[in-house]
């Protein structure tokens, strides 16, 4: 079977192709990314297996003129994987907001679709993004089977002490108001793969994975079932993103709606859209701009650099205390994977639980598998290259195939 995974994040396209023979075994085609979608200077970079390596930067104003891009490089003479799209058995999507609906991916269908609409409110920066892949798609080869799999499947196991606010209950029996949880195909094959790295039990640990991208997410992992996670109804709830505001005193929201006259389109925008590193910098939302106005002595910089660090450092400390500890903290996502100094930072003066982090084999590590505490600590740290994009395709392949039988 080979299938083409198309993950859609709030500002970049990841995709693979990827041929499954049967549940673990898989050869990988291709992989690449766009990046810095809406922004002026939009990059592709494709590397085929096989092939050498294609690059190419111009404007990519929305995810659809990114998929387009993306189809032309597979089948692309000098550096394309298919001899046409028509060679694809199927299409795996990465969704953000399941809500309630889907406890497990699901092969796509019209009910699923509209699903998937109906979260649209819930997670306006990325379900958008993921429905018009699918139906990019399914206008090129609409004979072609697709499956939706879910950030929010893996937090359906949180407990209601961890997933229910504190607001009048009716909104929970009413509109399902609660903490769904996001990034759960990445939290749970990092934690995976970390634990296989330190010789640590999956199902017998405690946890806590950090997927900081332009999104982020922290989620406490216990006993191998997600125990709680720092985003939330929506994904805009936790840590400091590239243009999220994380946790944030919704009496301040209120006051400055009021004093702005924002409705409440408007108090959304600014929330997704205009906060998070962008919003206190006014520089950009991508963290390796905000290093490089830092480094040249931008104090608000500076500033976004240590709100971002300090919050990661908040979440660890209260998974911590909710779980009594931990075995285990990995970093994933494009700035934990990649930013040392941002993990060398989050994992300082930590000592005091059990962290004793290992500044030598961090220093200038970018996307590669490697443990970063020194081999006496009690708690492990590593840094783990998330593939969401691998877990996507073994679901489809497995939905697809129950479904033949
Ligand atoms: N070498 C790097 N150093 C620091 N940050 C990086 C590096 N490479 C990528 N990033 C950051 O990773 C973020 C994008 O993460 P990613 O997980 O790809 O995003 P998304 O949430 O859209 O999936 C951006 O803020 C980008 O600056
Ligand atoms: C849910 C979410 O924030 O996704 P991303 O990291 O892709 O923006
Ligand atoms: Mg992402």
């Known amino acids: 079977m080979t299938i083409l995974v198309l993950n859609c994040g709030s500002s ?36 085929p297996v096989d092939k050498p390596k294609f690059e190419l930067t111009k404007s990519i104003p929305d ?9 032309e490089a597979l089948v692309d003479p000098d550096h394309g994987v298919l001899n046409s799209i028509t060679e694809l058995s199927a299409v795996g999507h990465r969704v953000a907001h399941g809500g309630e609906y889907f406890k497990d991916s699901a092969v796509v269908n019209k009910t699923v679709k509209q699903q998937i609409e109906a979260c649209f409110e819930l997670a306006p920066l990325h379900n958008p ?36 606010y504190a607001l009048p209950y009716k909104y929970y029996e009413e509109y399902r108001v609660r903490r769904y949880g996001f990034h759960g195909t990445s939290h749970k094959y990092v934690a995976q793969v970390g634990c296989k790295m330190t010789g640590i039990d999956f199902d017998h640990s405690k946890i806590i994975t950090c997927h900081i991208g332009n999104g982020a997410s922290i989620t406490a992992i216990l006993d191998g079932k997600s125990y709680d996670t ?23 929201l209120i006051y400055i709606a009021e004093k702005e ?28 701009d905000i290093h490089a106005a830092a480094n040249r002595g931008d104090e608000r910089a500076k500033l976004a650099l240590a709100m971002f660090v300090a919050r ?13 500890g931990a075995d285990l903290i990995v970093f994933t996502g494009g700035v ?3 930013d040392y100094l941002v993990r060398e930072w989050v994992c300082e003066g930590m000592e005091y639980m059990g962290i004793l ?16 505490s020194t081999p006496d600590s009690k708690v492990k740290v590593a840094a783990v290259t998330t593939n969401e994009e691998l877990v996507i395709a073994s679901d489809t392949f497995r939905l697809l195939k129950k479904r033949s039988e």
């Not at 995709?15 to 809406?38: D, F, H, P, T, W």
């Not at 892949?133 to 893996?154: K, R």
């Not at 990661?312 to 009594?324: D, S, V």
């Open 12 to 47: 970049s396209i990841k995709y693979q192709v990827i041929k499954m023979s049967c549940a673990n075994e898989y050869s990988l085609l291709v992989k690449g990314q766009i990046e810095r979608i809406g922004l002026s200077d939009g990059l592709l970079v494709h590397k």
């Open 63 to 71: 995810h659809t003129s990114g998929i387009n891009l993306i189809l």
């Open 129 to 164: 993004a993921n429905l018009k892949g699918i139906l990019s798609m399914e206008n090129i080869l609409p004979n072609t089977p697709q499956v939706a799999v879910f950030d929010t499947s893996f937090h359906q196991t949180i407990p209601a002490k961890n997933f229910m």
């Open 230 to 252: 720092s985003m939330g109804f929506t994904p805009v709830d936790g840590l400091i993103m590239g243009t999220r505001c994380g946790s944030t005193d919704p009496g301040a």
């Open 261 to 288: 006259g924002l409705n409440l389109d408007r108090l959304s925008g600014m929330i997704n859209k205009e906060s998070g590193l962008y919003g206190i910098t006014g520089v950009s939302s991508d963290m390796r």
């Open 312 to 324: 990661i450092k908040k979440f660890i400390g209260q998974y911590a205390a909710l779980m009594g």
């Open 336 to 338: 934990g994977e990649n």
């Open 357 to 372: 982090f290992d500044k030598e084999a961090n220093d200038g590590v970018r996307a590669r598998d490697i443990i970063i």
